[in-house]
């Protein structure tokens, strides 16, 4: 149907043949259209205020809004309305937008607006609004110039550059007779894992690896770990990089004051991201980064003009238990409830049966 497509333009337009149109809708309900328009279509140039098509109580329907709303409609819909754009837009400002005002105003009447949870969601939405025009304030990402993306891929070398890095396991003794004995145990053939486990927990000295079989996980050439409290000798590393992934080191390595045994578990190879591969990435980083500090920098300054008081310390009657939840709150003074069960039958006490 070629006439649908009309259906989509403004209603200014659509009626640029009439100076005036007043259009009584909805029964006995106080709605009147009002559209103004020049012979040419376009708007007036004295008038640089919003269309308003319709008023419904306090509700104004601007032409633009109707027009968004049938452009977001889906064509089998909107063959419902009419068989001509002209019946289209006139039934559905009637039968949509003027339904929905007439619903909201009856609504704010009975002051449903009021109740919580209707304000809890319609205080959502200005907070999505108020976020959603924030970001277009500070800019998208492609507002970010390639010099940003650089200098945020140097500052950040390290996310994107990873070097080689070996996964270890290493039982720690006192001697160095005691590693060369645990090596002779253990053999020159394929490690078993079973016999490896139960070496770690019985002969490491290092107790807070010994119970998971002495792993480090995965050490870089400097001894640095995925825990940055935590390093690793790098002569453990060394030694494990001249055998290969599954091998036992076949020598005693000592390691400060104390001598260990290694199993090198896996090697990975060093990886390096080139910066035209994560570019899109790094866009989308630091237009989080410029949210970010736009709404730190908007929450100060509202937080400084509106926030008239703030009693912090009331927030300790608020009583949150260890797993998250919310227990009753208790009046000063009064003594812990105990969690045992009431005894069901009375017995002795000092002063008689209880």
Same mark, same amino acid.
């Given at each position: 149907?070629?006439?649908?497509?009309?259906?989509?333009?403004? !209603?200014?337009?659509?009626?640029?043949? @009439?100076?005036? $149109?007043?259009? %009584?809708? /909805?029964?006995?309900?106080?709605? #009147? +259209? =009002?559209?103004?328009?020049?012979?040419?279509?376009?708007?007036?140039?004295?008038?640089?205020?919003?269309?308003?098509?319709?008023? !419904?109580?306090?509700?104004?329907?601007? @032409?633009?809004? $109707?027009?968004? %709303?049938? /452009?977001?409609?889906?064509?089998? #819909? +909107? =063959?419902?309305?009419?068989?001509?754009?002209?019946?289209?837009?006139?039934?559905?400002?009637?039968?949509?937008?003027?339904?929905?005002?007439?619903?909201?105003?009856?609504?704010?009447?009975?002051?449903?607006?009021?109740?919580?949870?209707?304000?809890?969601?319609? +205080?959502?939405?200005?907070?999505?609004?108020?976020?959603?025009?924030?970001?277009?304030?500070?800019?998208?990402?492609?507002?970010?110039?390639?010099?940003?993306?650089?200098?945020?891929?140097?500052?950040?070398?390290?996310?994107?550059?990873?070097?080689?890095?070996?996964? +270890?396991?290493?039982?720690?003794?006192?001697?160095?007779?005691?590693?060369?004995?645990?090596?002779?145990?253990?053999?020159?053939?394929?490690?078993?894992?079973?016999?490896?486990?139960?070496?770690?927990?019985?002969?490491?000295?290092?107790?807070?690896?010994?119970?998971?079989?002495?792993?480090?996980?995965?050490?870089?050439?400097?001894?640095?770990?995925?825990?940055?409290?935590?390093?690793?000798?790098?002569?453990?590393?060394?030694?494990?990089?001249?055998?290969?992934?599954?091998?036992?080191?076949?020598?005693?390595?000592?390691?400060?004051?104390?001598?260990?045994?290694?199993?090198?578990?896996?090697?990975?190879?060093?990886?390096?991201?080139?910066?035209?591969?994560?570019?899109?990435?790094?866009?989308?980083?630091?237009?989080?980064?410029?949210?970010?500090?736009?709404?730190?920098?908007?929450?100060?300054?509202?937080?400084?003009?509106?926030?008239?008081?703030?009693?912090?310390?009331?927030?300790?009657?608020?009583?949150?238990?260890?797993?998250?939840?919310?227990?009753?709150?208790?009046?000063?003074?009064?003594?812990?409830?105990?969690?045992?069960?009431?005894?069901?039958?009375?017995?002795?006490?000092?002063?008689?049966?209880?």
């Amino acid at each position: 149907m070629p006439w649908l497509r009309l259906g989509v333009v403004p !209603v200014a337009a659509g009626l640029a043949a @009439a100076a005036v $149109l007043v259009l %009584r809708l /909805a029964g006995d309900a106080p709605t #009147t +259209l =009002v559209s103004e328009a020049r012979a040419d279509g376009t708007a007036s140039a004295a008038a640089p205020e919003p269309v308003i098509v319709a008023r !419904v109580g306090d509700s104004v329907i601007t @032409a633009r809004e $109707l027009s968004r %709303r049938i /452009a977001e409609t889906p064509r089998p #819909t +909107l =063959v419902t309305y009419g068989s001509s754009p002209e019946e289209i837009r006139k039934n559905f400002l009637d039968k949509v937008l003027v339904r929905e005002a007439l619903f909201a105003e009856e609504a704010k009447s009975r002051g449903e607006d009021k109740q919580k949870d209707v304000r809890d969601r319609l +205080l959502a939405t200005l907070r999505s609004a108020l976020l959603d025009d924030l970001r277009k304030e500070v800019g998208l990402s492609e507002r970010i110039s390639d010099d940003d993306v650089k200098a945020y891929y140097q500052a950040h070398i390290d996310k994107f550059v990873a070097p080689k890095r070996i996964g +270890l396991s290493r039982i720690l003794v006192d001697t160095r007779p005691e590693a060369e004995a645990l090596l002779q145990e253990l053999g020159d053939g394929e490690v078993d894992s079973k016999k490896w486990n139960d070496l770690a927990r019985d002969k490491s000295v290092d107790k807070t690896t010994n119970m998971r079989g002495g792993s480090l996980g995965l050490i870089g050439e400097d001894g640095s770990t995925g825990q940055a409290d935590r390093r690793a000798d790098p002569g453990l590393y060394a030694a494990a990089d001249r055998v290969k992934d599954g091998e036992l080191v076949h020598e005693a390595v000592k390691e400060g004051s104390k001598w260990a045994v290694i199993w090198k578990r896996q090697s990975m190879r060093s990886v390096t991201r080139s910066i035209d591969a994560v570019s899109p990435d790094i866009r989308g980083a630091i237009a989080d980064e410029r949210m970010r500090d736009a709404v730190g920098k908007l929450l100060d300054s509202l937080r400084k003009d509106l926030v008239k008081e703030e009693n912090p310390e009331l927030v300790d009657m608020v009583s949150i238990g260890v797993g998250g939840e919310l227990d009753r709150a208790e009046r000063p003074g009064t003594l812990p409830r105990t969690r045992r069960p009431a005894r069901a039958m009375p017995g002795d006490s000092p002063a008689g049966l209880r």
